[in-house]
């Protein structure tokens, strides 16, 4: 499975941008799926979750501006950002679960850029 990630750019301080993630290749039941994020020179750090029974992980730092959602139908996951800081500047990851006889396996986007001026 590989998550395409897209969305980021550069926007300013207030504004809004909208990020989707959607699996290619072959298709599987996907359990969690969310985003992370990483600022230059900080660890990657969870943004927002969601299951596919609809349970949310939200950040502290993005709560009230920032809301996940999925489509179960088409295995994609959606990250709608609102009144966007310069501290949100970061590559956002899309994640993915799906549980095998094995355990339990994750998958990453390829990152797609998110860039708030001030």
């Known amino acids: 499975v590989q998550l395409q990630a897209s969305g980021g750019g550069l926007v300013q301080a207030g504004d809004s941008l909208r990020l989707s993630c959607a699996p290619s290749?072959?298709?599987?039941?996907?359990?969690?799926m969310g985003w992370y994020r990483q600022a230059p020179g900080k660890q990657r750090e969870l943004v927002a979750t969601?299951?596919?029974?609809?349970?949310?992980n939200v950040a502290d730092s993005v709560k009230g501006r920032f809301t996940i959602a999925r489509d179960n139908s088409k295995n994609t996951v959606y990250l709608q950002m609102n009144s966007l800081k310069p501290d949100d500047t970061a590559v956002y990851y899309c994640?993915?679960?799906?549980?095998?006889?094995?355990?339990?396996?994750?998958?990453w986007g390829q990152g797609t850029k998110v860039t708030v001026s001030s």
């Open positions: 994640y993915a679960d799906r549980s095998t006889i094995q355990g339990r396996l994750d998958y």
């Open positions: 290749g072959s298709i599987f039941r996907l359990n969690t």
């Open positions: 969601i299951t596919d029974g609809g349970r949310t």
